[in-house]
């Protein structure tokens, strides 16, 4: 029998390839920026790095595992809640970390860190929860 | 909730991994099912049904708290 749960809308295994070609090649990217070869404009840089590092993480995050059953499937709800809340806790958390170590509420946390700090917290979970399934 | 999976799939000799493959999941849920980790889905339950030709309810049962 078929291994892949059906009807779960998750991406094919291949996306993994192109989650950390995206990744290598924006890491390259930056590289040659750094190291002078490609000239380009610092913010444009960042731009191109930001979305591509959230776009591989987004994919891997997508995509299913080899065998994706679904006690899987399960444990990856349950990881996708989890950094859900993880981030809630941040936002809320955040400004009174703020208070005691600057002296005020200013939130320093942008949308990119959020997701990014969510998304590694979700694959944190996932391969814990998936170890001890 | 109880369940007699791995009673019954010692009655018929057969690995984790045999059952596994027979139903279409991985060991290790196989293994949480035994372990009373992880409840199947109906799904799930009605293929471990078939493989030991016995009914859900011979092979699960509800516990006080369920």
New interface residues.
Partial sequence: MNKIQTGSQLLPVYFKKIAFGIIITTVLFEALSYSKILMIDKELLNTISRSGILISLLLLALTRSKIEDELTLNIRIRAFAGSFAFGVGILIVEPFVNLIFDGSFSSDIGSTQLIMTMLCFYFLMFFKMKKNR | MKNVIKIQRAIKDLTQEALA??????R??I??IEKN??V??T??AL?LSEVFDKNVNELFELEEND
């Fill in positions: 493959k027979k139903i279409g999941v991985s290790q849920t293994n949480s980790r992880y199947p889905s799904i799930l293929k």
